[in-house]
């Protein structure tokens, strides 16, 4: 009975927490036998107790774990018990929505996050799974208070028992990131990443867009195609930082012309194209055209540059051009291109021979190119420059022609673009200089100044200054009687360079002037930079000196601005003796003219000049 008590004292004893194995304090065997029992349960409770802890363990790694996992992967999770109306929401959960996680959240609250316009359609797929204890994935937009709209994936399980209990088990994953990503991406997948304007891609989709529509409403669908002129000395010139800057400040003034619903786009380079979905005439596509113009006159400053960039236009029109998008394009090219033949700057609506013309181009293209390679195509005629007072020629101004082996004789309206787009206006105007100078020599005696028309490409060229000082050597002229024309505009798109490039030529002694003028838009603090020796007054100005008021003023103004600073006047396009007679009164001293002449090739000159006495 003693070693009962004993036992259940020690027994009594065990702290369960940290159980120890208990002492024999009898020899007893059947003392010893119970001892050794209790032992043995003890023995096997202590392992369990380390199992358990160490599942325990495990299991609170393993949720934080989870924790983690969802807050990186953005997802959260929620258990709704539809019989207890309990909602259980997770940490991540609570941070997609904005809210703080001790707020108590209640379902229908819950379901109130859900973005509006999806509500409608994520109740019902709720309640068809719930129904049938179904699951299902969705796409939509929560509210978040924190960020206003989040993009999410919602998986939810509805899990249904026989006794009764139906439980709605979801996870929501954060989307937004990559919904950002996919915009990104589809962004820079339709639109130009210079001007952020559409490309070629979007302009394709929105013209077919357009022309659906008016197939449907039976209105008019317009398309302008558009270069910037002279773009290419721009960029080779001043570099493509600077182009790239200029392309973007044209972009923002396109925007500023058409309409919202407009669709500019950029090709590429210096082309653009606007689509006009809803037109209701071609007037109406050349209206825009003609603001276009007009906002591109004004210069642009361009990182210490003041830059001009004027525009050809091509307009075509759905269906009066063509019904076929690929088409409407192609015609809107082909009229720009005649834009650029017809000296740039203005607009032109698809004619039928424009496509026509173009693959004449290509074939002249590569006649100029065979051309070049012959000695007597490429030809200098001479136009007679004239004192207005004595009538005694001064001078000539040479004028390229091409005698083509077919076509005959072809003038420089016919091929200069074409030249100027190729390059081969260099070599052109290589042999032109040759021409001249080969000529200055030959008319020594009569001390006659020749001038040679510069394109700007060519002005621009880097060769340029080193072409002209070999030539005034190889035919040993004396180089003011070798004289360059520029036009206003070349000489005002890069004022700096322009000036470095005519000091050089001037420090080769040769004359200097500026062609067409009065057509730019230069100022007259401008022109004193450039030094320039000679000024020629746009025959526009001179061809109805006779009957505009307008003109004669115009007129009268350059020659007394000019003469204040010293230039040398030519009056260009002199057809009447009534012009010699008001430019005389005007104390205009030199001329050009069909009136005196045409240019004409040099034997003939020769007799000109005979008669020149
Ligand atoms: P430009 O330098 O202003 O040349 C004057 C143009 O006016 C010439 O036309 C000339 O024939 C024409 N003209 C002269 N007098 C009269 C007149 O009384 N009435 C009318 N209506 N026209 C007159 P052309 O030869 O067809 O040359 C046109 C333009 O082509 C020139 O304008 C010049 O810018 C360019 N060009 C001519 N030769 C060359 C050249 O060798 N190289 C380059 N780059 N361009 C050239
Ligand atoms: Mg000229
Ligand atoms: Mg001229």
Redesign the pocket.
Known sequence: MDLLKLLAKQVEEVNLAHPKKLRYHDEDSEYVQVVDTINKLLESYKKQQATTKRLNENFTKTQSNLLESQKMAKVGSFEYDMNTGQLTVSAQMYRILGIKSKEGLEWKDFLEFIAFRDKKMVLQELSDAVEKGSRFTLRHKLYSQKRSMVDVETRVKVRKKSGGSVKVIGTVMDISSQMEAKKTIEYLAFHDSLTGLANRRLLHDRLEEAIALAKRYEHLVGVLFLDVDRFKFINDSLGHDIGDKLIKKIANVLKSVVRESDTISRLGGDEFVIVLPHLEGVEAAETVAKKINTVMKQPFNVADHTLFATMSIGIAVYPNHSSCKDEVIKYADAAMYRAKEMGRNNYQVYEMNMTRDLSDQLSLEQDLRRALKTDDEIQLYY?PKVNLKTGKIIGA????RWEHPQLGVL???RF?SLAENTGM?IPI?QK?LELAAKEIKAWEKHNLAVA????GR?FQHGSLVEDVKNIIEKYEIDPKCLEL?ITETISMNNVQNSIRILKDLKALGVTLSI??FGTGYSSLSYLKKLPVDVLKID?EFV?DLHKDKGDVMISKAIIGMGKSLDYKIVA????KEEHTEILNSMECEYG????YS??VAKADFDKLLEQNG
């Open positions: 136009q101004e040479g004028l390229v003038y420089p309206d200069i206006i105007g032109v040679v028309n510069l394109s060519q024309e062609d067409d025959r061809m260009e396009g002199i057809e050009q003219g069909f009136f045409k240019a």
